[in-house]
């Protein structure tokens, strides 16, 4: 099956640094998705991004879907931020079945 | 505003006491999803419904069940929990009919403790 690995698996930052979170995926997706998983469990849905670029706020992620990889960046971060953040992509193939990546943990302290 | 509601938050259960886990949505998503995550793990799919058809996954244990008896509601029945049972347990929805896209949207989850 389709492999997701995201990088890096932990990182710490300071209230207002920037970070680059990478995923990466061994086939060909017809849909990518990120979520940022909050300390209680929830997953909130950050971007649907098959392709292109895409921007919310402090927020930004990038698909280079012919390269199978996608980018979230997080500009000045917040403690708020901190969490487990998770891609998870569609195959092109059979039943649009989510799988998620590895997941990247981030802790912002202040 | 829209949502994906599950009840309750937090469940104990003694081992082998079946116990039932509830998932609503009032965004008219005709696919309902159910996944288990344990700790320090990504979410594992364990089946899914589109409309009233269920599909579940190769290595879902006999152990769980699902029921769907309308648009709105799914239901997560675990027939005899094991510790190894012990996770969140995540619902999640999606209208990919309607929508021409499958983006999925999560409801808060369901910590299953089992004593």
């Known amino acids: 099956g389709i492999q997701v690995e995201q990088s890096p698996p932990d990182l710490i930052l300071q209230e207002g640094a920037n970070s680059t979170l990478r995923c990466n995926f061994s086939d060909s997706v017809n849909n990518l998705q990120w979520f940022h998983q909050n300390p209680w469990g929830q997953l909130i849905n950050l971007f649907y991004i098959p392709s292109g670029t895409k921007q919310n706020g402090r927020l930004s992620a990038t698909t280079v879907a012919t390269e199978r990889y996608s980018l979230l960046y997080i500009s000045s971060s917040q403690t708020t931020d901190s969490g487990v953040y998770f891609c998870?992509?569609?195959?092109?193939?059979?039943?649009?079945?989510?799988?998620f990546g590895t997941g990247t943990r981030l802790l912002v302290s202040p | 505003d829209a949502m994906v509601i599950q009840n309750p938050r937090y469940q104990v259960t003694q081992f082998g006491k079946p116990v039932t886990l509830s998932c609503s949505q009032t965004?008219?998503?005709?696919?309902m999803y159910w996944y288990q995550q344990k700790s320090s793990q990504a979410p594992k799919l364990l089946f899914h419904?589109?409309?009233?058809?269920?599909?579940n996954e190769a290595d879902t244990p006999d152990n769980f069940q699902s029921r769907r008896p309308n648009t709105s509601f799914c239901f997560l029945d675990i027939r005899s929990p094991g510790l190894g049972d012990a996770a969140m347990y995540l619902c999640?929805?999606?209208?990919?009919?309607?929508?021409?896209?499958?983006?999925?949207?999560f409801g808060p989850g369901t910590r299953l403790t089992v004593l």
């Open positions: 965004l008219n998503h005709n696919v």
């Open positions: 419904y589109y409309d009233k058809d269920f599909n």
């Open positions: 999640a929805t999606s209208s990919p009919r309607d929508r021409g896209i499958d983006e999925q949207f």
């Open positions: 998870a992509v569609v195959m092109n193939t059979g039943f649009q079945k989510l799988v």
